[in-house]
């Protein structure tokens, strides 16, 4: 099979013809250059195994390029190759959990949701405290300013007090890699009537900036752990 081959790639060459027509050359078949072989990137989901791979030349010592392309992904590659291409040698994804922000949900998916995919904080001890108490008359619309919510929460048996509810609430949904700090940022969180159930909901409020604070976390926690890589020039991280 492979003296076929060579045969055959023999016979192609053969009839290789070259024709120069108004100045420039020609040639009657097309050829390709032969790339190098690459290697199967690896996948992880954490920095740590960023770490892990660099630190160790686990397959040969080479410069290596690390970029945070978002929250949730960083990938690791070679230096430019002779066909001017960079190898993927690591792509780390962050494993994380679906949440519904911008919507309104019952109580139930709600508490779940801010108790498990949340880091708990003052605000979200608070906002737990609101919503364990509430029914669906409990929720007055009257006095909404577009900004605050006045709602009658009850306490113990016979005791009802009347709370505004906070608004803007700084809440740290998990978003990245686990190994850094999660990105605080600020929800307007809303209350609702919805026939004899009570509806609650968390909205963005800061443009998207949260992202940029989760880049420059995970960029510092590259470098602490890399210093030496980063020092002698071996890697650059950038993102």
């Known amino acids: 099979?492979?003296?076929?081959?060579?045969?055959?790639?023999?016979?192609?060459?053969?009839?290789?013809?070259?024709?120069?027509?108004?100045?420039?050359?020609?040639?009657?078949?097309?050829?390709?250059?032969?790339?190098?072989?690459?290697?199967?990137?690896i996948v992880s989901h954490s920095l740590t195994s960023i770490v892990d791979f660099t630190s160790d030349n686990f397959d040969k010592d080479e410069r290596l390029l690390i970029t945070i392309l978002d929250e949730g992904k960083v990938v690791v590659e070679t230096e430019l190759n002779s066909n001017k291409?960079?190898?993927?040698?690591?792509?780390?994804?962050?494993?994380?959990?679906e949440k519904r922000l911008n919507a309104y949900l019952d109580m139930e998916r709600f508490n779940i949701q801010l108790q498990s995919q949340f880091v708990p904080n003052e605000d979200s001890s608070k906002i737990l405290s609101i919503i364990g108490n509430l029914r669906?008359?409990?929720?007055?619309?009257v006095g909404d300013d577009g900004i605050s919510q006045a709602v009658t929460v009850k306490k113990g048996v016979t005791i009802a007090n009347e709370e505004v509810v906070p608004n803007p609430v700084h809440l740290k949904p998990f978003r990245t890699?686990?190994?850094?700090?999660?990105?605080?940022?600020?929800f307007v969180f809303r209350l609702r009537n919805a026939g004899d159930e009570v509806e609650a909901a968390l909205y963005e409020a800061d443009g998207g900036a949260w992202r940029n604070q989760a880049r420059l976390s995970i960029k510092e926690y590259l470098k602490d752990?890399?210093?030496e890589e980063v020092g002698t020039g071996k890697v650059l991280i950038i993102g």
């Open 1 to 41: 099979m492979i003296k076929e081959a060579l045969e055959y790639l023999r016979e192609q060459f053969k009839q290789t013809e070259f024709y120069e027509k108004n100045g420039e050359l020609y040639v009657n078949v097309d050829l390709m250059k032969v790339t190098e072989p690459h290697r199967h990137e």
């Open 85 to 97: 291409n960079r190898e993927t040698v690591l792509v780390a994804r962050a494993d994380i959990p």
């Open 136 to 141: 669906s008359e409990n929720v007055k619309n």
């Open 177 to 186: 890699f686990t190994e850094i700090a999660q990105p605080e940022s600020p």
């Open 225 to 227: 752990y890399l210093a």
